[in-house]
């Protein structure tokens, strides 16, 4: 069976089910995307200035340098040559190792008892000794080439102990060692000590000698003269023991390359490397000197810790955006706010939130010469705090101000002092602007935040100790952030009002001229519908004054909340005088009229580009409730009747002003219909018409509270019961109008 699959139906369908703006996911990309841009521009910029040292290739040894370089991070490195330098000497200082040779030992006794028992065997047997003489000659020549050796030797009566006696001197000194000192590679060792290592069995004995204490072939007959000057032996051969002895000597202990290798090995492996630190902050090149060998060292240094960042610096830098940005989601939500933030709302703060933190680090390491300090006063932090106070409120912009300095000082773009610097004008920001009705209240802002910048920048410098030169400069920047915040954000604002549709206090000002177009036609179109708004807004805007809610944003909805009403202005009670155009139409078709201004209002408040609270007002001032004075009738006509049809099309509001404007309208349009309205009567009036709506459920989402009820309650009855109070008639007035009524009876 064949299948035909309409990949354009199936894409809508998915597109369809995968809404963004219904899961809000936009608001979410805009805010990953800020959150990527700060991480990769932070962990980037961590340690090292990469403004300073990324490109070296403009310094050179012996070079007048064209432009400082300031090591905006701690480095430490190795000092390759000062290391090398301490290796050598290291190595110089470890012992020769010697060993001695148990052959050569053996070989040296040997030879000398050999002779010794031939010798005195030719002694014994009676020979002359000229006999003597020549066998010896014979049998061991050139050992002893004068005769007056073997001469004594024969002559002398102990000459049968002279083998013991030899034997015994020879032990003591191979015992001591006979060392061989000619090889040349000994200059490369410890000029003074040496290590003897003697092999017992099966273990080895080590033993550190110093060279002027060893016995060589040269110093070995001074040892046997030493030894047999006390030594308990016959004259005749302590006469005879050196010449005896000597032609026997050799070296019985010899250099061993091998070990002393392995002892210079271990020595290298336990060297510490010779550690340079520069410091941060520290100036490494002056510009208009010229470069040395050590600075342009230091320079190759820093520019290869650029390429070794340690990867817990990055992941920490990583976790501490996250947490920033998690910090901000948090002032974001309506815990915190009060009401959800708009998805243009969200995307202002992702992008502030990103300039500030971001744009800190890269003006620290666009221009690593320039402190902290300094940066904090070049960078506008009061101007991105006092943009969220215009269109997100005060309270976030307090806690931007709290956090903003927090963030660029943890990130290390601001010190301490340039993060005292940066809160105070941040707090003097949100303070200054907390109350600002006009534009031009932004530049007497400015100017609050240039004094707060002046206080804060005197206190650091006294603490400081900088030398009164430095103030007017620093002074000077100071004031100038401050001005210059005011300006930008007089400036940005009318774009950014229009861009984010926001009803921030200036425009909301605006909105509140009577003389303003829109508000001129509603009055010559439908005067009576004009005049029920200004009371709409009389009493929305003292009720949210009473709760703390936003009174010009209550004012301003009421004013436009039946802007629907022009284009058909006969059709509603306020604009009747004698005849009902009702009275003539079917229920369905009236409740089709009276429903239609909701939606022909919103219509109209878009067109204006009004901002978006005003327009939910419009859309929520009557909620999602029935007209219930038509569908009544229309029960009463009809046997089955669609409730649906005589509902107003909005929503219940969500907001405590659109509530409020809800109750105003609904109050002010019932409390004309009273006769003789006493403060008692409206009281009771209006108790039942809030019960009304509480009951219908169209204030559950406005969080309005019981209290908040009772409060907008007081205040409608106090506004209405001024304005329909009872007047007093005046005796003349009366009888003027007694004249006057025959007259117009006649008519």
């Not at 699959?5 to 805009?30: M, Q, W, Y």
């Not at 290869?304 to 947490?323: F, Q, W």
């Not at 815990?335 to 990103?354: A, K, M, P, Q, T």
């Amino acid at each position: 069976m064949k299948m035909n699959v309409n990949f354009g139906d199936f894409k809508k369908r998915l597109t369809g089910r995968l809404n963004i703006s219904e899961f809000h996911l936009a608001p979410l990309l805009v805010s990953l995307t800020a959150m990527c841009v700060t991480v990769a521009i932070s962990a980037g910029n961590i340690g090292a200035g990469a403004g300073s040292v990324s490109d070296i290739g403009d310094f050179e040894t012996g070079k007048v340098a064209e432009r400082d370089v300031i090591a905006d991070s701690a480095v430490s490195y190795i000092d390759r040559e000062a290391t090398q330098l301490r290796v050598e000497a290291q190595e110089k200082l470890v012992p020769a190792v010697f060993r001695f040779s148990a052959a050569a030992s053996a070989d040296i006794k040997n030879s000398w008892k050999q002779f010794s028992d031939r010798a005195d065997a030719l002694a014994e047997a009676g020979g002359s000794v000229e006999a003597f003489q020549l066998t010896v000659q014979a049998e061991y020549p050139s050992l002893f080439p004068g005769a007056e050796i073997m001469n004594a030797y024969f002559a002398a009566p102990e000459r049968n102990s002279f083998g013991d006696y030899g034997l015994e001197i020879l032990n003591n000194i191979l015992e001591r060692g006979i060392f061989a000192l000619g090889d040349t590679e000994l200059r490369n060792y410890n000029p003074d000590i040496a290590e003897l290592l003697t092999t017992l069995d099966s273990r080895t004995e080590q033993e550190r000698v110093f060279y002027a204490n060893v016995i060589t072939l040269d110093s070995a007959v001074d040892v046997i003269n030493n030894i047999v000057s006390g030594a308990d032996m016959p004259e005749s051969f302590k006469a005879l023991a050196d010449d005896l002895l000597k032609p026997f000597l050799a070296e019985n202990v010899f250099f061993s390359p091998t070990d002393t290798l392995q002892r210079v090995i271990n020595t290298r492996e336990h060297i510490e490397p010779v550690m340079k630190h520069i410091n941060k902050d520290e100036r490494i090149v002056r510009k208009g000197f010229i470069v040395t060998e050590d600075e342009m060292r230091e320079l190759r240094e820093l520019h290869l810790s650029l390429s070794r960042r340690d990867p817990r610096a990055i992941i920490g830098m990583v976790l501490l955006v996250l947490l920033i940005y998690a910090l901000f989601i948090f002032l974001r939500g309506k815990i915190f706010l009060g009401r959800e933030l708009r998805d243009r709302e969200s995307y202002l703060l992702s992008v502030l939130i990103c300039m500030y933190i971001a744009g800190s680090v890269l003006l620290k390491n666009i221009f690593p010469g320039l402190e902290s300090f300094r940066v904090a006063l070049a960078f506008p932090t009061s101007l991105l705090v006092m943009i969220p106070a215009v269109f997100l409120g005060p309270r976030l912009a307090m806690a931007l101000a709290l956090a903003l300095p927090l963030g660029a000082y943890l990130c290390g773009a601001f010190d301490a002092p340039a993060y005292i610097v940066a809160l105070v004008s941040a707090l003097a920001a949100s303070a200054a602007i907390k109350n600002a009705q006009k534009r031009m209240d932004l530049i007497k802002a400015g100017l609050i935040i240039a004094a707060a910048n002046c206080v804060a920048v005197i206190v650091i410098l006294l603490l400081q100790r900088v030398g009164p030169g430095e103030y007017p400069v620093m002074l000077f920047w100071a004031i100038l952030n401050g001005i210059v915040s005011g300006m930008l954000v007089l400036g940005v604002l009318p774009p950014l009002e229009q861009a984010l549709n926001t009803a921030t206090t200036f425009r909301l000002m605006e909105l509140t001229d009577l003389n303003a177009p829109i508000l001129r036609r509603l009055f010559t179109t439908a005067p009576g519908t004009y005049s029920h708004s200004i009371m709409v807004a009389n009493l929305a805007e003292q009720a949210c004054q009473d709760i703390g809610a936003n009174a010009l944003l209550a004012r301003v909805g009421a004013y436009y909340h039946d802007l629907g009403k022009m284009e058909n202005p006969d059709y509603f009670v306020e604009n009747q005088t004698a005849y009902n155009k009702h009275d003539d139409m079917s229920p369905r078709l009236s409740a089709t009229v009276i429903r239609s201004h909701v939606k022909l209002g919103v219509e109209k408040a878009r067109a204006l580009n009004l901002p978006q609270e005003v327009v939910d007002i419009i859309s929520e001032h009557h909620g999602n409730s029935i007209i219930t004075w038509f569908y009544n009738k229309a029960a009463q006509q009809e046997s089955q009747v669609n409730a649906d049809d005589f509902t107003y099309p909005g929503s219940p509001p969500r907001s405590k002003e659109s509530a409020v404007v809800m109750l105003a309208d609904v109050s002010e349009a019932a409390v004309r219909t009273l006769t003789k309205p006493t403060a008692a009567k409206i009281e009771r009036f209006i108790g039942e018409l809030f019960e009304g709506k509480v009951k219908h459920g169209q204030l559950a989402d406005s969080e309005l509270s019981f209290r908040d009820l009772e409060t907008i309650k007081n205040a409608f009855v106090k506004v209405l019961a001024s304005y329909y109070h009872s007047r007093i008639e005046y005796p003349k007035l009366k009888d003027d109008e007694n004249e006057q009524e025959p007259e117009g009876g006649d008519k």
